[in-house]
């Protein structure tokens, strides 16, 4: 049975919490605490460590998630959450362009550290206001049609939405595992 470690990642107010508690089978581990700082004005509890779920695919296959907390503050945990890691998914809210440097700054913080798969999740696409998928791309400098990675839109609030998210993900590791034998 293989087992799989993928990481949720990206600014506070994404939607990870909610992409792992959509998806998961078993209840949801998190270390959400009262917020403190600039993120009290968006909501009233954050990621301190991680959240953690499960999920068994049909294949038997497990995957193990776990969702890194957005504040830089953190970002200690984000160097112990990617150990291992077998890809990730950065999820970023297209309708909130304020929040787009951070997911770069999340994105370069993760790539000058591992060589991995990961897939750019855009939520709150149905928002007034939110960015287009090429608009997003550019803004997180990734600029390289040829080396882009695969951008899915995601509603984090539901399952079928974030199991999509998480096959795009599967096909993405694949694909690149076969590329990289051949």
């Not at 709150?124 to 040829?146: F, Q, V, Y």
């Not at 695969?150 to 939405?161: G, Q």
């Amino acid at each position: 049975m293989d087992k799989l470690k993928i990481v949720i990642a990206g600014p506070v107010g994404a939607g990870k919490t909610s992409f792992i508690n959509a998806i998961s089978e078993v209840e949801v581990v998190d270390t959400d605490r009262r917020a403190t700082d600039e993120t009290a004005l968006r909501k009233q509890r954050t990621t301190v460590a991680f959240d953690y779920g499960k999920l068994t695919v049909s294949s038997g296959q497990i995957l193990y998630l776990y969702g890194a907390p957005g504040q830089f503050r953190f970002d200690f945990m984000w160097d112990i959450l990617i150990k291992g890691v077998a890809g990730y998914v950065l999820l970023v809210d297209a309708n909130r362009p304020q929040d787009f440097y951070k997911a770069r700054q999340i994105l370069n913080f993760i790539k000058e550290r591992i060589n991995t798969p990961m897939i750019l999740g855009l939520t709150h696409m149905d928002c007034e206001g939110a960015w287009e998928a090429e608009e997003m791309a550019l803004a997180l400098g990734l600029i390289d049609k040829e080396a882009r990675p695969p951008i899915v839109t995601v509603n984090a609030l539901e399952a079928k939405s974030v199991a999509r998210c998480l096959i795009a993900l599967l096909e993405h590791l694949i694909e690149k595992t076969v590329l990289n034998k051949g």
